[in-house]
């Protein structure tokens, strides 16, 4: 049984920053790309960023490069995203997942999900 725990969210203020860290439990990610995706209220899954499982090729949402980055530490059994220069529409739930093979923009392709972390960022 494969477990993500998910930590690091939370309240920011606009322009703060926040990093959120995923680790898993029960089957090493090292062989795994890896994605964060984020869902507004009203709003349709996004994906934010995502980065193969050698971390080779990674991708980013237009609205959050430059502020945003997908790392990982396969020592840690762990994949993080930290986020700077955090802005008001950037508030969502975020969700990391692991899929074998390439990374996707679709959630649904992901085989392994956390249950997501909630960031509020205030104006």
């Known amino acids: 049984q494969v477990q993500f725990v998910e930590a690091g969210g939370g309240l920011a203020q606009a322009g703060g920053f926040l990093r959120l860290s995923c680790a898993a439990s029960?089957?090493?990610?090292?062989?795994?790309?890896t994605g964060w995706f984020r869902q507004a209220p009203g709003k349709e899954q996004e994906l934010v960023a995502a980065?193969?499982?050698?971390?080779?090729?990674?991708y980013y949402k237009d609205s959050v490069k430059g502020r945003f980055t997908i790392s990982r530490d396969n020592a840690k059994n762990t994949v993080y995203l930290q986020m700077n220069n955090l802005k008001p529409e950037d508030t969502a739930r975020y969700y990391c997942?692991?899929?074998?093979?390439?990374?996707?923009?679709?959630?649904?392709?992901?085989?392994?999900w956390g249950q997501g972390i909630q960031v509020i960022v205030s104006s």
């Open positions: 997942a692991a899929k074998r093979g390439y990374y996707s923009d679709i959630f649904a392709a992901y085989e392994l």
């Open positions: 029960g089957r090493t990610l090292a062989t795994y790309a």
């Open positions: 980065m193969t499982w050698n971390g080779d090729m990674t």
